[in-house]
DNA sequence: TTCTCGCTTGGAAACGTTTCCAATTCCTGT
DNA sequence: ACAGGAATTGGAAACGTTTCCAAGCGAGAA
């Protein structure tokens, strides 16, 4: 079924009906009238690709979430897809969980489709160097640092992860804790695990400790069972641990249950502290310290990045948002 | 640029690069050898919409997630898209939360670029009725139960709820707990609720007890926040629960924080069982008992009988799969 | 040489829209 | 009654592909 067919049937030509269809002015209320009519009755609708190819318009926005899983990123989806939606951009959201051919495909389909926009939730991206640097569509990293990764071309709004996680570390150094855990950010090389990691080593240097990283730190995938691996071998090494840094939340969430499982007790005698502050930190027993990562205005911000590139045509931005660390019951003083 | 660019400036017809396009047979090595350099020379990429207008195909199958935040989803998500990437089939997918406008919009929108097929994760669709009778696409419901929904045109797979819900609150039964309340389903009327609300009915029916909806019952959307605040509620009103089933584990989530800040203990003084079987039941201190959904079954079923339909046009289905009971450490005996 | 047959090739038509321009109709003021 | 302008309308052209049919070509058979 066709405008065509509902040209013929109406009494009117192509071009009203097409007018009626995209509601603009220059129909009169018969016209628009009658042609909704047949359109109902005919239960018509309309061919978006035979559309789009027409007004060379582009696909919506294409999001992509790297590692399905992990809180953090359902957190800001909400917001974003809300933030958006509230200038009347769709979003068609990618799950990826890490395969390299599987993100590489999925980049190239949705490329493909020329979306307006994208944007990238998740910080994975070092083997994506190459195909990063080709993208001209207006695209911002979410909770990743373009910049320092190397992408002129891409937007990005993130925390700044070294000082957040040095403030962390720093704020376990203050209570006494001079036997700390790292546990988190994955072996490959994610950037957010390295820069978490880098704070965390910067603290330590500002108190005269050099982090071991054979003995003190265990590397994991952001994901329950790494966290509780992960801690469950790093305190079998070293048993003198007075406290644990987890890089993220969903970390914490396995290192806690592995510190249990040794028979210690957090806070008594086995400190942590997370990162991300996702739901899991406000309601674990007990309540877990952590950094605080705004996802809501992380999403905000980068909605309004990626909204005036596609309107003015900004040029690419980095821009940081504020962190807090917020106390809560799974640190002890020493 | 044009196909037909490529096809001026490599001297043949826009035939045979589309066939080169295409990776059809009857072409010759040199012609696509050609071919294949100049596009990679001018950097042409076929428009798909063009395209998709041309063949009549589909865009790939739109997945929705009702509810953002509940790891069950999350859960479902992976295996389901690596189970429909076997066979070719891109995944799409919407994230919805819960606001009956946008939930409109985005299937419209989804519906309007004729995807090949549907999937719906999650149950709130009592609202929805009208425009679900309306699907021909070949779509299935996961985690709800088309057929009980009355919709006769779309697959389904799901557990038994009522049946799991009822062993979930034997358990409890069985080990001699009377006082038990409910908490999570949410008002509206989910459907997923209502069902898991009934199995517990009936399991109390079958032990000679009343669910007394008013004291006992506490409704909550599923989402930490609602669990917590609706345990707190219920503890408030009726002191001497002695268990709490909750209808969901991101709810027991909340439901346990509320019971510790009630100064109660974990199943020292009152007991908690969950239900889906998220990483949350596994890693929480105290481990939660809780219903067994198998994510990955459930999602790789899903997979099947939307790609029977789309192969064969196999007809709507409703396929149940296992749930299971798996004991941990939050059931005390009385 | 001539015929056939199979592989290549070219290009017009079609997919279902939007857009633009020209044509028509409808008012309004004189 | 009529001119002139505004509002409405019709329909051809164009968007960038794929598809199909006809045509070209060469090689082997007769």
Redo the contacts between chains.
């Keep these: 079924m066709d405008i065509r067919d509902i040209a013929a049937k109406s009494g009117y030509g192509v071009g009203t009906v097409s007018r009626v269809i995209n509601d603009q002015p220059n129909v009169s209320d018969r016209a628009r009238e009658r042609i909704l009519a047949v359109m109902a009755e005919l239960g018509y609708?309309?061919?978006?690709?035979?559309r789009?190819?027409k007004m060379r318009s582009q696909t919506p926005v294409a999001v992509f979430v790297m590692g399905?899983?992990n809180?953090m990123f359902?957190?800001i989806?909400?917001p974003l897809?809300a933030a958006l939606?509230r200038e009347g951009e769709?979003?068609?959201?990618?799950?990826l969980?890490g395969d390299v051919d599987?993100v590489r495909t999925?980049i190239d389909?949705q490329q493909?489709?020329?979306p307006k926009g994208m944007v990238f939730l998740g910080g994975e991206l070092e083997s994506f160097r190459a195909s990063f640097h080709e993208i001209e569509t207006p695209s911002v990293l979410v909770t990743a640092d373009a910049s320092q990764l190397g992408f002129a071309n891409l937007s990005s709004v993130t925390i700044d992860n070294v000082s957040a996680a040095r403030s962390a570390v720093g704020h376990l150094l203050e209570r006494g804790h001079r036997r700390i855990g790292i546990v988190g950010g994955n072996r490959a090389g994610g950037q957010i695990g390295e820069l978490r990691l880098r704070g965390a080593e910067q603290a330590l240097h500002e108190h005269g400790i050099e982090l071991d990283y054979e003995r003190d730190f265990e590397p994991c995938d952001f994901?329950?069972?790494g966290g509780?691996e992960a801690t469950r071998r790093l305190l079998e090494r070293s048993g003198d641990l007075t406290a644990v840094f987890a890089l993220g939340d969903v970390v914490a969430?396995?290192a806690?249950?592995a510190i249990?499982d040794r028979g210690l007790s957090v806070p008594g005698e086995v400190s942590l502290v997370g990162f991300d502050d996702t739901?899991?930190s406000?309601?674990?027993?007990p309540r877990i310290t952590t950094v605080r990562q705004d996802a809501a205005r992380l999403a905000e911000r980068a909605a309004q990045l990626l909204l005036d590139a596609l309107r003015d045509g900004s040029p690419a931005t980095h821009e940081l948002v504020d962190f807090e660390l917020v106390e809560r019951e799974s640190v002890r003083s020493l």
Tied chains: 1, 2.
């Design positions: 609708e309309p061919n978006s690709n035979a789009y190819l399905v899983g809180r359902d957190d989806l909400g897809q939606a769709q979003i068609v959201v990618t799950y969980n599987e999925a389909y493909a489709r020329h994901i329950e069972v509780y969430f396995g806690l249950r249990v739901a899991f406000q309601y674990a027993v």
